[in-house]
C-alpha cells in the first residue's frame, strides 16, 4: 500500500499521559499536513510542513501540542499532558508541492484518541 | 474568518434518487475547493475544482463551481446503497494550500 499511513489507529489514555502519533506521508510527497476532527464536524487544520519545516500552526495547536518532521519524510505529533477535550480523529495529509498547479491532499486513515 | 458552510447537515432518500449537495464559502485568498467523501476512516478525494462552470464527472458524481456566487454543488444521480457517507467540501487557500472544511452532509441512503 502507498497510501498515507498512520500508526496507532487507535489511543486511549488516561487524562495527563503523553502520547505520539506517527504519519508517513506518500513517499514523493513534500507536503505534510495534520487535521483534527470532533463527532460530527469536518477537519480542522492544526500545522503543516514543507520538507522539514514547519511553516504554519493553527492558534488551535496550544503549547501542549508539537509536530516534527526531522527528515522530512515521516512526521510525528505529541500532545503532553491530554486532556479529555483532546479526544478526536487526529488526520494526517500529504500533498505534492508545484508553484503554480494545485494537487490534492490525500489522508490516512487517522488515529482515534480517546482520553479518559 | 475563512467560512465553508455546506447544507444540508443531514440528506436521507431512496435508492435510485437523485441528489445535490450544497457548499458555499466565504474566504480571503481562494486556491481552489475539493470534495471528499468520508465513511467511516480517511476522506477520500473526489473532485477539485479551480474555474467556474466547468462540470467535473466522475460516473454518476458530478460538481460544479460558482466563484461568483462563491459556492459548488455536487451532484450524485441514481444513488445507491453505497454512497452513503459523510461529503465533505474544502477551499485550499493561497499560500499554505492548507484546508478549511464545511461540516459535511450525512448522506443516508434507504434500499
Known amino acids: 500500500d502507498t497510501g498515507v499511513s498512520q500508526d496507532p489507529r487507535h489511543k486511549i489514555t488516561k487524562r495527563g499521559q503523553n502520547v505520539t502519533f506517527r504519519c508517513d506521508p506518500i513517499s514523493e510527497h513534500n507536503r505534510l499536513y495534520w487535521y483534527r476532527q470532533t463527532l460530527g464536524q469536518g477537519p480542522e487544520f492544526l500545522t503543516y510542513f514543507q520538507n522539514e519545516a514547519q511553516l504554519e500552526k493553527s492558534r488551535l495547536l496550544s503549547d501542549r501540542f508539537s509536530a516534527e518532521r526531522p527528515k522530512g519524510s515521516f512526521s510525528t505529533l505529541e500532545i503532553q499532558r491530554t486532556e479529555q477535550g483532546d479526544s478526536a480523529m487526529y488526520l494526517c495529509?500529504?500533498?505534492?508541492?508545484?508553484?503554480?498547479?494545485?494537487?490534492?491532499?490525500?489522508f490516512g486513515p487517522g488515529t482515534r484518541l480517546t482520553v479518559t | 474568518e475563512d467560512k465553508v458552510v455546506q447544507s444540508p447537515l443531514s440528506l436521507v432518500v431512496h435508492e435510485g434518487d437523485t441528489v445535490t449537495l450544497n457548499c458555499s464559502y466565504e474566504?480571503?485568498?481562494?486556491?481552489?475547493l475539493l470534495w471528499y467523501k468520508q465513511e467511516k476512516k480517511a476522506p477520500t478525494f473526489l473532485f477539485m475544482l479551480t474555474s467556474s462552470g466547468i462540470e467535473k464527472k466522475s460516473g454518476r458524481l458530478s460538481s460544479i463551481l460558482d466563484k461568483k456566487e462563491l459556492f459548488s454543488i455536487l451532484n450524485i444521480t441514481a444513488t445507491q446503497t453505497g454512497d452513503s457517507a459523510v461529503y465533505l467540501c474544502a477551499v485550499e487557500l493561497q499560500g499554505a494550500q492548507k484546508l478549511v472544511f464545511g461540516q459535511g452532509t450525512r448522506l443516508t441512503i434507504n434500499p
Open positions: 474566504v480571503t485568498n481562494f486556491r481552489s
Open positions: 495529509a500529504s500533498s505534492a508541492l508545484r508553484t503554480s498547479v494545485s494537487y490534492e491532499q490525500y
